[in-house]
């Protein structure tokens, strides 16, 4: 028996098991659910231009997405997600409301970009301004500086006149994005915007004048409601199935394989703790779809140790040695595993650019799940079979689920 070895295969899987017990509880602490385990509402807007004959363009629709996900946040509400879809659709869910009326009213008011007084007067619109006209470029000191162009050059004219000197702040809905001084009276609509901006800042401020051109009114298309008793039911009853299943999953693999039975059990462990940490990182939303892609994902886990492990079986009824049996039946399995799960990718990737909402959740979860199964059911898998072989403590067929009889002699 190779002390060493053995000493080395407790001393991983004890360290691993105790970061696992140790982390988990923070870990599931953290996860974010969404709106079909948690409660809340679901909107499906469709936008319109305010002024008729004006287009709705990939941009404007972009620009009112970012105006409703920062209306959401102003009103408290946690973690809103929305997303555009299509050439005119956006879709809003937002989780754990207390008023859905009053959110509802706030937030499909159009987007409106105006430009204003010292003494809060609104001077001009967005509509004011040249579609597509606000640029940005550099001054003579190469500082980020905004040209833009107004409709009216009488009226701008005006407005200049009235405020020289003093600051014209440009304000969306009611937040206020910059407030430049009027340096002087400009009679032919044309003028810049410079201060200390970065290029970034200069860039989102040219194009929200831009879009402020083309404000959008929203109309409800769809709307569905989840209460928070049915989501917190949906997710015990998940978490109560997901938690029998596996425990199904382990004795099994434990019962049928013996030996890598057992270590199967210590990386699906792993596995799902490391899939968790992988949430945490990226800061994921976990909803019911999601959750189905997790399952699946433990399914692919575990498809993989039993491909590895029936063609190790093998090699040891053709009379192979063991460690010779480890070689042979993971080289022979690799390329299965490794076929199926880059098919089960390239399936999920088509999903997450054809798809949207949770149809997008699902695959996103299903791709990180068969790369963490890769590195956990496969090569750690691996790693802890081959310390145990080497160790020389378990030689006998019986430990690897092979009964003496069906050994073939070489």
């Keep these: 028996m190779d002390i060493k070895r053995i000493v080395t295969f407790i001393l991983v899987v004890v360290v691993t098991l105790g970061v696992v017990v140790w982390t988990s509880p923070g870990l599931v602490s953290k ?25 709705v363009t990939m941009e404007s629709l972009k620009e009112t997405a970012r105006s409703l996900e920062k209306r959401a946040d102003e009103l408290g509400v946690a973690e809103p997600e929305i997303t555009t879809e299509g050439s005119d659709r956006i879709r809003v869910r937002l989780a754990d409301v207390k008023n859905e009326d009053e959110v ?18 609104k001077e001009m619109l967005g509509s004011d301004f040249v579609e597509g006209a606000a640029k940005v470029g550099f001054d003579q000191a190469n500082r980020p500086m905004i040209s833009i162009k107004v409709k009216e050059p009488d009226k701008f004219k005006k407005v200049t006149e009235k405020l020289l000197g003093q600051p014209l702040a440009i304000y969306l809905d009611e937040r206020q994005l910059s407030a430049p001084v009027v340096q002087a009276v400009i009679p032919d609509g044309v003028a810049t915007i410079s201060g200390n901006y970065t290029y970034d800042e200069a860039k989102s401020l040219a194009d929200t004048i831009n879009l402020g051109a083309l404000p959008l009114k929203l109309t409800e298309k769809y709307t569905q409601v989840v209460g928070a008793s049915l989501g917190q039911a949906s997710l015990h009853e998940t978490v109560k199935a997901g938690l029998i299943g596996s425990v199904l999953i382990l004795l099994f693999m434990v019962g049928y394989y013996r030996i890598p039975g057992l270590v199967a059990a210590i990386t699906l462990i792993t596995y799902t703790w490391l899939l968790l940490l992988v949430f945490d990182l990226i800061n994921a939303t976990l909803t019911l779809p999601g959750i189905a892609a997790l399952v699946l994902g433990v399914g692919m886990a575990v498809d993989a140790n039993i491909i590895t492990y029936e063609r190790i079986k093998e090699e040891i009824r053709s009379g192979k040695s063991i460690l010779s049996s480890l070689r042979a039946g993971s080289k022979h399995s690799f390329r299965t595993i490794m076929d199926a799960n880059i098919t089960n990718i390239i399936a999920g990737i088509v999903l997450y650019y054809v798809g949207n909402g949770a149809i997008r959740g699902f695959a996103l979860i299903n791709i990180l799940s068969i790369l963490v199964s890769i590195l956990t059911n496969v090569f750690f898998s691996r790693l802890l079979i081959y310390l145990l072989i080497r160790g020389n403590l378990f030689k006998k067929p ?5 009964k003496e009889a069906e050994i073939r002699g070489l």
């Design 31 to 55: 996860i974010k659910l969404g709106l079909d385990l948690k409660g809340g509402f679901e909107i499906l807007y469709v936008a319109e231009p305010i002024e008729a004959g004006k287009p």
């Design 104 to 121: 509802r009213n706030v937030i499909k008011k159009p987007a409106e970009l105006t430009f204003r007084g010292p003494d809060g007067t």
């Design 398 to 402: 019986g430990y690897f689920g092979v």
